[in-house]
Every structure is written in C-alpha cells, then in structure tokens.
C-alpha cells in the first residue's frame, strides 16, 4: 500500500533562517506530488506541483522554492524564511492515472512558526 | 474556473444530533467533488468523493453527500454525531482527470456533549 511521510511535525525557525521540509511517497512511481499550505483560519492553498522529476510548477509567488530531486521526493525550501511563512504545510500526492489523478492522499503536515 | 463556497465557518451539533455542513461549488465542466476531514494538528484524511457515479456518495464514518447538479451543491450529512467527529471539513472541487483541486474555506465542527 501507499503511504506518504513528511518531516518534520513541527518546526520553530527565525526570521530570516533557512527552510528545508520534506516529503517522501512509498508504494507507488511517477505520483503527482502537491505542496500547500493553510494559513490560520483558512483553506488550503496550492503552492507547487510536480508531474514529474525536475518538473516544478508554482501556482502562487513567494518566497518558496519546492524540487524533486527524485520520483518519490519533494523538498519546500526557502532560502530566508519571513514571518508570513507561518503556517501549516501539506504534502499530498495523486496516482498518474487520468481516472484518479484529482483524488489526492495527504501526509500529516508540518507546522511551521516563524518568530 | 471552478470554486467551492462552505456556507458555515462554524457548525456546532449536540452529541447524537444529525449534522449538515453545506457546500456550493462553480464549475465549467463535469465536476469531481470531495469532502476531506482534518483533525487538530493532523493531516487530510478523504471522507468521500463523487466522480459522476451514484449522486448519493456514501463515505468513511456514517457520512454522506449529495450530488444536486440543480442546486450546484454538495452537502455533507450524518445521521448522528459522535464525539470523535470534531474536526475540520474542507469540500474539493476539481474537473475529473484534473491535477488542480480548489478547496473551500472549511467548517469547523463542534460536537456538545
């Protein structure tokens, strides 16, 4: 079966430090890979996707980068973290198949305050 | 474009009591729609999804939706809450085969003992 890992659970970083989270999926090749993230009291925002390896698109500007360095890995950087960045971070992936690429399996999360 | 509208922010039922969380959804094209649940600190979990099957879509835990092109929603119901049931409801709209999913703003869920 499938699973998907993401770490860590949760992260405490200054303003203006780094930001590496990763995401990895098992069980499963060429998944669709997602990154999102929920600001306090909202939904959930797609930040980037990925159809496959080196292949990245963004859907919102900022002040984040995400790769795939591998077919089952996708890493959210950021070179200089603000305190916008807060929030909780979502991994998910979608099976390659055109009947079921919209049906997406979501990782535990990382919350992630920038102080 | 697709959108998805949750008519509640904040739902809050008595434990044993129906639940409805209410959805509305725009869309251009044949809809793929979800419901997915989140509990504090944790991640998505999908409740259920309609995919242009059966217009009633049973889920995980007692829940149900209805599909009502008419209407354009998708509201989400229980016959009886329980306790484990508090959490966080996001309805999904997408096109089906599509890679974009477009998430309503949530409906927090409060059961009363």
């Known amino acids: 079966s499938q699973t998907i890992h993401q770490w860590p659970a949760t992260l405490v970083q200054p303003v203006g430090s780094p930001l590496s989270l990763e995401c990895t999926v098992e069980?499963?090749?060429?998944?669709?890979l997602y990154w999102y993230r929920q600001a306090a009291g909202r939904g959930l925002q797609l930040l980037f996707y990925?159809?496959?390896?080196?292949?990245i698109s963004s859907e919102v500007p900022q002040n984040l980068s995400a790769s795939r360095p591998q077919d089952r890995q996708f890493i959210l950087s950021s070179k200089k973290l603000l305190l916008s960045d807060s929030g909780f971070y979502l991994c998910?992936?979608?099976?390659?198949?055109?009947?079921?690429?919209?049906?997406?399996?979501f990782g535990a999360g990382t919350r992630l305050s920038v102080l | 474009a697709q959108s998805v509208t949750q008519l509640d922010s904040h739902v809050s039922v008595s434990e044993g009591t129906p639940v409805l969380l209410r959805c509305n959804y725009s869309?251009?094209?044949?809809?793929?729609l979800f419901w997915y649940v989140q509990h504090p600190n944790k991640g998505l979990q999908l409740l259920l999804k309609?995919?242009?099957?059966?217009?009633l879509v049973k889920g995980i835990n007692g829940f149900e939706a209805e599909f009502k092109k008419s209407e354009t929603s998708f509201h989400l119901t229980k016959p009886s809450a329980h306790m484990s049931d508090a959490a966080e409801y996001f309805c999904?709209?997408?096109?089906?085969?599509?890679?974009?999913?477009?998430f309503g703003t949530g409906t927090r869920l409060t059961v009363i003992p």
């Open positions: 309609y995919t242009s099957a059966a217009t």
């Open positions: 998910a992936w979608s099976p390659d198949l055109l009947s079921a690429k919209n049906i997406q399996y």
């Open positions: 869309s251009s094209y044949s809809p793929s």
């Open positions: 990925s159809v496959g390896i080196g292949q």
């Open positions: 999904v709209v997408s096109d089906t085969g599509a890679n974009n999913l477009f």
């Open positions: 069980g499963t090749s060429n998944p669709n």
